[in-house]
C-alpha cells in the first residue's frame, strides 16, 4: 500500500482526495458501466479543481491567484453538473453520488471563501 501523500494545506487534501474519488468512479463508468463520454469530461473538469489550486498557490500576483481559483471554482461547478447528470442518468448509485457532492460542494466553500478573503485583502491594500 502506497503511503499517504503530505500536502501543505486543507486545499491541497480536499482537492487531491477529490481528485482520487473522481478517477475511482472514471474507472468504473469506463471499465463497467462503457460509459466514455460524460466520465470523461467529469475527470477532466475534477482533477483540474486540484491542478489550478496548485497552480494558485505559485501564482506570480494577487490578481493571478485569484484568477486560478476563479477558474478552478467554475471547474468544481462543472464537475457538480456531470456528478447531477451521471446519478439522474442512472450510471452511479447514491452513495457515490452522497459522496462526490458533498466533497465537490466542500471544496467549492472552500475556494470561494479563499477568493473573498483574497478581494478583501487586495481591496485593504489598495486603500492604503
Known amino acids: 500500500m502506497k503511503e499517504k501523500l503530505k500536502h501543505k494545506n486543507i486545499f491541497e487534501e480536499k482537492s487531491f ?5 473522481i478517477i475511482k468512479v472514471f474507472k468504473h463508468l469506463k471499465d463497467k458501466e462503457r460509459e466514455f463520454v460524460i466520465s470523461k469530461q467529469l475527470v477532466r ?6 491542478a489550478l489550486i496548485r497552480e494558485a498557490q505559485n501564482a506570480e500576483s494577487k490578481a493571478d491567484f485569484i484568477h486560478k481559483l476563479g477558474i478552478s471554482q467554475k471547474e468544481c461547478a462543472e464537475s457538480l453538473y456531470w456528478i447531477d447528470l451521471l446519478y439522474y442518468s442512472d450510471y452511479i448509485k447514491q452513495a457515490e453520488y452522497g459522496k462526490l457532492k458533498g466533497m465537490a460542494e466542500e471544496l467549492l466553500r472552500l475556494i470561494r471563501s479563499s477568493i473573498l478573503t483574497s478581494k478583501s485583502k487586495a ?5 492604503s
Request: aromatic residues 6%; neutral net charge.
Open 123 to 127: 481591496i485593504k491594500v489598495q486603500k
Open 17 to 21: 482526495e477529490f481528485s482520487l474519488e
Open 45 to 50: 473538469s475534477g482533477t483540474a479543481v486540484g
